[in-house]
């Protein structure tokens, strides 16, 4: 099997892991989550510097792990943006 074929299964049952544990979640909180869970298994810390590392989005490093901050203070049934 080769690595791009592995590596896309991998980010299809991530998906599914993901989609079933947000369902009845809004969209930007299910997203939230997903980022959050793919950052942590990359950076593999849960410091929001690192998970901001992991999910390389290719913005600032500080402005992303600002977003994710945000989101954090905002909670699961807080503010949604």
């Known amino acids: 099997m080769q690595l791009a074929e592995l ?3 991998i980010q299809v049952k991530f998906n599914q892991f993901s989609q079933r544990y947000t369902r009845g979640l809004n969209r930007p909180l299910q997203k939230f989550i997903h980022q959050m869970l793919f950052g942590i298994l990359k950076g593999g810390k849960v ?3 690192s998970v901001a590392r992991g ?3 290719g913005k600032l490093l ?3 792990a600002e977003r994710l901050g945000r989101h954090l ?3 699961v049934y807080g503010r949604t943006y």
Request: charged residues 25%; proline residues 0%.
């Open 7 to 9: 590596s896309a299964k």
């Open 47 to 49: 410091q929001l510097n």
């Open 55 to 57: 999910l390389q989005e």
């Open 62 to 64: 500080k402005k992303t």
């Open 73 to 75: 203070g905002a909670g």
